[in-house]
């Protein structure tokens, strides 16, 4: 194997002190409407990539763009950070990938609106975070998929996993056949 570029040994870095306690848990305790979104971050070889992490912003079901406060919680005497209190909905959520390249996130479903969740990609080799959006299968926003993705918008949409489930998968290709398509913000 060759030695590694400068930019593969950037990282990783992600893993120590960004993830939290809670970090995929954007709905609340319990909720009846709760979805899950899950998959796998892939390499160009098709390897997964075992120290990348995920960080999601949606709006709420009602449209609402903001979260509600009071959902990070803090120890009083130590300040340390104790998780979400699990009562009110986020709108954020940062997961770390596993050693198989495995993540997971429970939250609501976005709103008709805007039925995508925005995501951003830190992972080791990649000196600037990558953009892109998990549209969720069912919600509509084919209009919108199709105008960002054309052909390749099959990339974008976190598919169903069953009729009726409420588990949705979405992986993401850094590179190669299925690469997913990644957004430029200027």
Not at 113 to 132: D, E, I, K, N
């Amino acid at each position: 194997m060759p030695e590694p570029t400068p930019s593969q040994t950037v990282g990783p870095f992600y893993g120590y002190a960004l993830p939290f306690p809670g970090g995929g848990d954007l709905a609340p305790t319990g909720h009846p409407e709760a979805i899950t979104v899950h998959g796998c971050v892939y390499d160009g070889n098709g390897e997964p990539v075992p120290d990348a992490l995920l960080e999601f912003w949606q709006a709420a079901p009602d449209g609402s763009a903001a979260g509600r406060a009071g959902s990070w919680r803090r120890d009083a005497a130590t300040g340390a950070f104790l998780g979400r209190e699990g009562l009110d909905f986020t709108g954020f959520g940062r997961v770390p990938t596993g050693a198989d390249g495995h993540w997971s996130l429970r939250t609501l479903p976005p709103p008709p609106a805007a039925p995508y969740l925005a995501v951003c990609l830190f992972a080791r080799g990649l000196t600037r975070h990558l953009f892109t959006r998990a549209y969720v299968e069912g919600l509509g926003g084919d209009g919108q998929l199709k105008a960002l993705a054309g052909e390749r918008a099959e990339t974008l949409l976190a598919r169903r996993e069953g009729d009726r489930s409420p588990v949705f998968r979405f992986d993401i290709h850094l590179q190669g056949e299925k690469e997913t398509v990644f957004l430029d913000f200027a």
